[in-house]
């Protein structure tokens, strides 16, 4: 069963880092792109950072660039998001998402292009 569980989530500060993980199981990584979506309160659903599959290739929302950065540890099916320099507007949960395919894709990232979700991680930014 394929099934994706994230962690890392807690509360970060103002111009802080977190860094979240998400561990997969019962699919075959190495052939998924993942991504990152978050939703804060009162918010819709976000796409924040994609990964190819071989890990060659990411993107990011222009919001987190130079800030957030995605990478992917194929041998632990395992990827991670390194976020620094956060901001409060970026409380939300984060959810991690798999899709069937070599590379992410162009434009804006779709929920509905996503086959697989984790349940989420809460990340608070707050001083």
């Known amino acids: 069963q394929l099934q994706l569980v994230e962690s890392g989530g807690g509360l970060g500060q103002p111009g802080g880092s977190l860094r979240l993980s998400c561990a997969a199981s019962?699919?075959?990584?190495?052939?998924?792109?993942i991504a990152w979506f978050r939703q804060g309160p009162g918010k819709e659903r976000e796409g924040v950072s994609c990964?190819?599959?071989?890990?060659?290739?990411?993107n990011h929302v222009d919001s987190v660039k130079g800030r957030f950065t995605i990478s992917r540890d194929n041998a632990k099916n395992t990827t991670y998001l390194q976020m620094n320099s956060l901001k409060p507007e970026e409380t939300a949960v984060y959810y991690c998402?798999?899709?069937?395919?070599?590379?992410?894709?162009?434009?804006?990232?779709?929920?509905?292009?996503?086959?697989?979700w984790g349940r989420g991680t809460r990340v608070t930014v707050s001083s």
């Open positions: 998402a798999a899709a069937p395919r070599a590379t992410c894709f162009t434009g804006p990232m779709n929920a509905v292009d996503f086959s697989a």
């Open positions: 019962g699919f075959t990584w190495r052939y998924y792109a």
């Open positions: 990964i190819s599959a071989s890990g060659g290739s990411t």
